[in-house]
């Protein structure tokens, strides 16, 4: 879904995949080195070193959901983010982040730690997804349980401390961690195939099964563990979320953001 969002492209920032940015090495003799921050299932670090064979992907994730297949140029690592990295600093030639929204508890110091760990040069991309659903044609207004349901997680995520308020801040962040040449552009992703654009209506298609099928399990812990919600609330709040998803008089959609910034050769 996020790749044809993109244009079947895998990032927005202008890289050179085929040259490193590496200072330090002799030209041509390092590869280009990725590191995929919160990968998951590593489907884009896999997409990433298929497309760049000669690249060096390492994908990095709490939970070892990875395939026990990967291509020989990529690699994969069970750890915590929010930990003091391992990495060599000054490293890596481009550092991707994808949907880690409700994931990270201190945002400017994951940015910090991607700008001490990158090479001078380097880029760094991150998307994430504003969770608020709305509308512009009132379909979907503020007190549609649609809104009701993002506002429900946003509450939830403030009282962890691992906001959902990500697209919104993360080009100042990146930037306070002194990233320069930053691009941000805007998405809006429609919830179902309502649409008459042929590209965003298949978009759309994708984003409402993956609605669809995820809701249960974003729910379960986040209202129970964190909001105490009782079961049988939550089961009413989403087989109600789930029946604002099957209705298609709601052109709901939601935005997502896409930042990319570039670490200066020099320091400033």
């Known amino acids: 879904m996020l ?35 919160g990968c998951g299932t590593g489907i884009w670090a896999q997409d990433f070193a298929d497309a760049y064979p000669e690249s060096e992907v390492h994908g990095i994730d709490l939970s070892p959901i990875q395939s026990s297949w990967a291509s020989p140029n990529c690699y994969f ?37 991607a700008f001490e760990h990158m090479a001078p040069g380097g880029w760094i991309q991150h998307l994430d997804m504003d969770i608020m659903f709305r509308s512009d044609d009132g379909t979907v207004g503020e007190d549609h349980v649609m809104a009701e ?8 995520g403030e009282k962890i401390g691992k906001t959902f308020h990500v697209p919104d801040r ?11 040449d930053l691009q941000q552009v805007w998405y809006k992703l429609p919830v179902g195939g309502w649409t008459k654009d042929k590209l965003m209506k298949q978009i759309g298609q994708w984003n409402y099964y993956y609605c669809l099928q995820g809701c249960e399990g974003w729910a379960l ?48």
């Open 170 to 180: 993360m080009a100042g962040l990146i930037r306070e961690a002194g990233f320069r």
């Open 149 to 156: 349901w993002s506002k429900t997680f946003y509450d939830a």
């Open 77 to 113: 690592n069970i750890d915590d983010v929010e930990d003091e990295w391992t990495f060599p600093k000054s490293h890596f030639d481009f550092i991707h982040i994808r949907c880690l929204m409700g994931s990270i508890g201190d945002w400017p110091a994951l940015y910090k730690q």
């Open 221 to 268: 812990f986040l209202l129970t563990k964190v909001m105490q919600w009782k079961w049988e609330e939550i089961q009413v709040f989403i087989a109600k979320f789930r029946a604002a998803l099957n209705d298609r008089k709601n052109h709901a959609y939601y935005y997502i953001g896409v930042v990319w910034a570039q670490k200066p050769l020099t320091a400033t």
């Open 3 to 37: 790749t044809m969002l993109l244009h079947n492209r895998l990032y927005l920032a202008p890289l050179d995949p085929t040259k490193s940015s590496s200072l330090s090495a002799d030209e041509g003799s390092t590869p280009f080195r990725v590191l995929d921050v």
